[in-house]
């Protein structure tokens, strides 16, 4: 039993990045390569993704509620709402 449901706890872990990486080219394909906050470049390196409502108020992982942000935004807002 326990070595099913650590397999399964594996499966869902490895969907679960796959799906976040796979948001990457969506979401810049719909924004571009710019910080949605601050509006600067991002490259590879500073691109990060962003909840415009965070996880701890009630966000999820969808697509629109994602941006990309760079990694000093993404820093600053913290858990604060838009
Ligand atoms: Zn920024």
Known sequence: MTAISSNT???????????????RPHLIAKYGMQCFWCECQLTNETLTIDHYIPLSKGGNHQIKNLRLACFECNQKRGNSLP
């Open 9 to 23: 706890v594996r499966k869902y872990k490895r969907l679960y990045t796959s799906q976040k990486r796979n948001k």
